[in-house]
Antibody, heavy 118, light 112 residues
């Protein structure tokens, strides 16, 4: 059974960088049949896919156009985890952030509530 | 991006009665491999979305058989045959055929 455990701060100052980590158990970030995703949910309850990383003989990334200039999703094979970095945050980035494994799309992290405020 | 439109916005159901939620996509979700990449989730208060149905009509592990998914092309339905108190929350559809994955706006289900 895949389990995803998120960590990272819940409060980020405007213009700073949001950084979250998702630790994987029961699978490998290097699994060449999986992709590892970040999705966020706004206070309005709307859900937005942000980006992903995956390994297919080499590492690939895809990002949503809305955040492409500000986002990085990286794997960490030594710790079997992957991360999200979102730079230059504004209050509009306030949301609950989730890491998610594709396939059945049934494995989600517990969520991290991130508030962008001074 | 593919637009997912859910109706109704909210639903109030008597326990033991059926319920139905509709989801329409702006493009067909049928892949050439024969699968339809449409998913249904239930999000309970304070929790991440939990998968109910994957690839149109397959119940995820542990999901009661009172939940069923159906439809084709661009029109989909989630049915609950007999609503129970534990089924309250927000329901979402999601498509993954056309990147990026996109979600419906959600349907709130409450008990009368």
């Amino acid at each position: 059974q895949v389990q995803l455990q998120q960590s990272g701060p819940g409060l980020v100052r405007p213009s700073q960088t949001l950084s979250l980590t998702c630790a994987i158990s029961g699978d490998s970030v290097s699994n060449n049949r999986a992709t590892w995703n970040w999705i966020r949910q706004f206070p309005s309850r709307g859900l937005e896919w942000l980006g992903r990383t995956y390994f297919r003989s080499k590492w690939y990334n895809d990002y949503a156009p809305s955040v492409r200039s500000r986002i990085t999703v990286n794997p960490d094979t030594s710790k079997n985890q992957f991360s999200l970095q979102l730079t230059s945050v504004t209050p509009e980035d306030t949301a609950v952030y989730y890491c998610v494994r594709d396939g059945y799309w049934g494995f989600w992290g517990q969520g991290t509530t991130v508030t962008v405020s001074s | 991006d593919v637009v997912m439109t859910q109706t109704p916005l909210s639903l109030s159901v008597t326990p033991g009665q059926p319920a139905s939620i509709s989801c329409k996509s702006s493009q067909s979700l049928l892949h050439s491999d024969g699968k339809t990449y449409l998913y249904w989730y239930l999000q309970k208060s304070g929790q991440p979305p939990q998968l109910l149905i994957y690839e149109l009509s397959n119940r995820f592990s542990g999901v009661p058989d009172r939940f069923s998914g159906s439809g084709s092309g661009t029109d989909f339905t989630l049915k609950i045959s007999r609503v129970e108190a534990e089924d309250v929350g927000f329901y979402y559809c999601m498509q993954t055929l056309h990147p990026p994955p996109t979600f419906g706006g959600g349907t709130k289900v409450e008990i009368k």
